[in-house]
């Protein structure tokens, strides 16, 4: 599984939620399918991605808060899961990309991955520390249509949630990014000034509705 299909299966349901992601290849990534002002690609502070999120989703309970993060940053930052569980703010869905590597800092050079490897190699199970941490709702994937569904259900969900999904480690075709840090610092906060939408319906309107049937109420007669 590639992270860059997770991120293009995803990325029309970021369109109302504020997203916020770790540095290098994640941010790259998402880029390159097309930059919107709720996104703040959180450079130069690896492991920190889920503590801003935290902020944002405390600070705005009505929107929907995304964080995408990766093994690497996580696990420099594992005190952060704590404080996500202990919190519970129910409208943030943390999602970890875990390619075993500290890719983006020179595990993905030609044989580096071999020497950069993170503890989830060697078995460190990022859900299984997150439910252990106190979330309600964390779980590994491992197939595109598993991340997708688990995705949609995390989003859908009014609790705090984590998908772990394991992915390839591949580096992006490209990491420039023509968004300049400091007009992405003020762009996103703007972005979040504007009152979010009914999300949900947005989202997924045939979803929604096979799962809440339209009941069409007794027409009234004339008489009435």
Same mark, same amino acid.
């Given at each position: 599984?590639?992270?860059?299909?997770?991120?293009?299966?995803?990325?029309?349901?970021?369109?109302?939620?504020?997203?916020?992601?770790?540095?290098?290849?994640?941010?790259?990534?998402?880029?390159?399918?097309?930059?919107?002002?709720?996104?703040?690609?959180?450079?130069?502070?690896?492991?920190?991605?889920?503590?801003?999120?935290?902020? $944002?989703?405390?600070?705005?309970?009505?929107?929907?808060?995304?964080? $995408?993060?990766?093994?690497?940053?996580?696990?420099?930052?594992?005190?952060?899961?704590?404080?996500?569980?202990?919190?519970?703010?129910?409208?943030?869905?943390?999602?970890?990309?875990?390619?075993?590597?500290?890719?983006?800092?020179?595990?993905?050079?030609?044989?580096?991955?071999?020497?950069?490897?993170?503890?989830?190699?060697?078995?460190?199970?990022?859900?299984? $520390?997150?439910?252990?941490?106190?979330?309600?709702?964390?779980?590994?994937?491992?197939?595109?249509?598993?991340?997708?569904?688990?995705?949609?259900?995390?989003?859908?969900?009014?609790?705090?949630?984590?998908?772990?999904?394991?992915?390839?480690?591949?580096?992006?075709?490209?990491?420039?990014?023509?968004?300049?840090?400091?007009?992405?610092?003020?762009?996103?906060?703007?972005?979040?000034?504007?009152?979010?939408?009914?999300?949900?319906?947005?989202?997924?309107?045939?979803? $929604?509705?096979?799962?809440?049937?339209?009941?069409?109420?007794?027409?009234?007669?004339?008489?009435?």
């Amino acid at each position: 599984m590639k992270r860059l299909d997770c991120l293009r299966a995803v990325y029309p349901e970021l369109e109302d939620c504020a997203v916020v992601t770790i540095m290098g290849a994640v941010a790259a990534e998402l880029y390159s399918l097309g930059h919107r002002a709720n996104f703040f690609y959180l450079e130069h502070a690896m492991g920190l991605a889920s503590s801003v999120g935290l902020g $944002i989703a405390l600070a705005q309970p009505e929107r929907k808060v995304v964080v $995408i993060d990766g093994d690497g940053s996580v696990l420099m930052n594992l005190g952060g899961l704590t404080t996500l569980a202990r919190s519970r703010p129910k409208n943030l869905v943390h999602v970890i990309f875990d390619n075993e590597t500290l890719l983006s800092v020179g595990g993905g050079a030609p044989g580096g991955y071999k020497w950069f490897t993170t503890a989830t190699s060697t078995g460190a199970d990022l859900a299984g $520390i997150a439910m252990a941490a106190g979330f309600p709702q964390a779980k590994t994937v491992r197939e595109l249509g598993d991340f997708e569904r688990a995705a949609l259900d995390a989003l859908d969900s009014n609790e705090l949630s984590c998908v772990v999904a394991k992915v390839e480690a591949e580096m992006p075709k490209s990491f420039l990014m023509d968004v300049h840090m400091l007009e992405n610092r003020f762009e996103f906060p703007r972005a979040l000034q504007q009152p979010p939408s009914d999300q949900r319906a947005l989202r997924r309107p045939t979803r $929604i509705a096979k799962e809440q049937p339209t009941t069409i109420p007794a027409m009234k007669s004339l008489e009435e």
